[in-house]
């Protein structure tokens, strides 16, 4: 079966984001903020406890340096420099799986560095690096100088399909600062499509490949817990069809 992952730990001081603990029981990859663009150490701290309950994997859910723009505003960074952003949070993380007694699975940016590490090279790069210090796959979108510079490095690569998300015509995700909702029957469905077919389909209506190994709901997602008990629900069907 196909994972199932979630941005999730993204709750910062008193504001909340996303309805983890009722997401967390219909996943099995847990991307966690690790405090750049959202968390703090109480919630990465919970987070981590809670998907080690779960039995759920956990992932650093790495951002540029962007708490007020929630990680969605691009930047300007080199290679040196985004790699020792990246390791600084992942750093942070590492230390809440020790207390718990698990490892850190993978790494998946967030947001604005997901997009400029599909785009470009030195950023990818980067990404890379941090995954060979620490041993671990970087998620990312098939298509892109994700697949294409985490394969050549031998890092390892993930590819995911967003169930929450729409796509242009040219197969890129469209990315807006707050995520509308989507029918949780509507994201199980392209999940479906994605794993069974390979394919997903834009918001002109074509039809795209795409590699789906692992399916992707937000936690700020409005309805995200159904959308995950949907999607699951689905992902469980097809291994059991």
Known sequence: ?????CDM???FSLYRMGDDAAIMPHITQANVACGFHASDPNHMAETVRLAKQHGVKVGAHVS?????GFGRREMKIDRAEM????????????AFLRQQGTELAHIKPHGALYGMAARQEPIAEACADAAEVYGVPLM???GTLHEAVYTRRGVGF??????????DDEGRLIITREHKGVPPEVA?????????????????GKTLPVQAETICVHSDTPGAASIAAAVREALTGLEAA
């Not at 079966?1 to 992952?5: E, K, R, V, W």
């Open 188 to 204: 199980a469905a392209r999940a479906v499509q994605a794993v069974r077919e390979g394919t997903l389909t834009t918001t002109g």
């Open 158 to 167: 993930l590819p995911e399909f967003f169930a929450d998300l729409d796509y």
């Open 83 to 94: 790699l020792n952003i990246v390791l600084y949070q992942i750093g942070a993380l590492s």
């Open 9 to 11: 730990g993204e709750s």
């Open 64 to 68: 540029l340096p962007d708490l007020a």
């Open 140 to 142: 990312g979108l098939s």
């Open 1 to 5: 079966m196909a994972d199932l992952n």
